[in-house]
Nanobody, 124 residues
């Protein structure tokens, strides 16, 4: 089974950029489709972006399309989320997720493995 650890969260101002990283261990990273989700206080966990095993296929939620970019480095067992033009509504705990089966799915239930999350706070 894969273990996931997120890095890179923090407090930034609106308009700033931030890059999140998720390091995987314990299994063959390239066997997993990867995704980022986020959860704001009092809200359900929501899809942000996903990427297929080879990195050739990506999927984004409309709220982040054009501002966020998901990528992966299979040699480093890491998936990234580059976040530009951040807005206060992007404030949330961001989670990395992995699935052997569901390529670029936006459903929480499609992912069996999750990291512990990293807080991103965007001030106005």
């Amino acid at each position: 089974q894969v273990q996931l650890v997120e890095f890179g969260g923090g407090l930034v101002q609106a308009g700033d950029s931030l890059r999140l990283s998720c390091a995987a261990s314990g299994d063959t990273f390239s066997s997993y489709h990867m995704a980022w989700f986020r959860q704001a206080p009092g809200k359900e966990r929501e899809f942000v972006a996903a990427i297929g095993r080879s990195g050739g296929i990506t999927n984004y939620d409309n709220t982040v399309k054009g501002r966020f970019t998901i990528s992966r480095d299979n040699a480093k067992n890491t998936v990234y989320l580059q976040m530009n033009s951040l807005k206060p509504e992007d404030t949330a705990v961001y989670y990395c997720a992995a699935s052997r089966i569901s390529m670029t799915s936006a459903r929480v239930g499609s992912y069996a493995y999750w990291g512990q999350g990293t807080q991103v706070t965007v001030s106005s």
